[in-house]
């Protein structure tokens, strides 16, 4: 296992609804996109890294599209729009979209709500993931209506009062949560595909100049990401899901050569940067936004362009010029 600091230095860079339904010029991207779903090899996560603006979150919310044309089931979300920095938070955010679009995931509902209601019995009882439950460390303390059963239990102290999980108990469920969902995966994805696209990896391994005060939140966020998510339900060739699918997104992302030095050539497809635009896909880009112009608009939006501008600011640009026409049209009538 890396630590932390090692991870941080070794870090590969890359150089709401869409705005628009056709994504301009990203062929490639979806072509790669539409191999992963062939399933016709071992490549389970496609890494799209660049810098900010260059339109990564577009592309992912066009991916989800697609999969929700074609019906396949996709959880979209964001790293900095988690409520609480956790393994708990991400894999409660993708088991909330799956369920309602009915994906089946009973052991993670019946951990949960064992978890919600503060009663370890049963949190014991269907977080039968390997057939066990380790309790090693938790804490029992002011809980009451307890069964611990199985063939050897090596030390039992309970003491009764109240049904409130104490930290230790908490911490215990949560795990137990996040492999019940897991092993529902594996069940789920035996010969069905769910296609999960997490965006903004960055925050994990935020520059120095980025760092904000939950910066070893996300220390340990991204060891989970990679030591538990990444390793056992994609890099795990034997046990993995074998039709989950991830398309992470960032300006940065994991070191995968380093972490996973034998399975990262079959397992991953890493896209550098995306593909930039030419005069031509502006000019596209004000068609398909309805926008009236003239060839000298083209060139200012491609000379910003070519001068290193991000393809975001480039459609805020012609959103702020589409909004201002707009408005002169409505006050003319």
Known sequence: MSSRANRRTRRVSGSHEPIVRKLIDRDLEKKQFEEFLEFKDDR????????????KSLLLETLAFQCRSQ?????LFALDQLADIGPHSVIQNVAQQLKRQGIPIPRFERVENARMFGDPSSIYKYSNVDGRVTLDGADFTGSKDITVTGTYIEHQEIRISSTQLTENQET?????????????????????????LLDAYEKCC?????????????AVLEDWIIEEFLRHLFFDLQQRPSKLILVLAGRRGPDFMDEFPVEHQKVVSVIDALSLWERHH????????????????VDSFFHF??????????????NTLKNRHERKNSRRN
């Open 71 to 75: 019906k396949l089931p996709v959880c």
């Open 172 to 196: 215990k469920a949560k795990e137990s949560s996040i492999q019940s969902f897991f092993e529902d995966l594996r069940e789920y994805c035996i010969d069905k595909p769910v296609i999960i």
């Open 44 to 55: 389970r996560v496609l890494a799209i890294l660049d810098d900010k603006g260059m339109g």
């Open 305 to 318: 362009l070519k001068r290193g501008a991000p393809i975001l600011n480039i459609i805020n640009m012609m």
């Open 206 to 218: 935020p520059l120095p100049e980025e760092e904000d005060e939950f910066v070893e939140n996300w």
């Open 282 to 297: 502006v000019e596209e880009c004000l068609q398909m936004m309805e926008l009236d112009y003239h060839s000298q608009d």
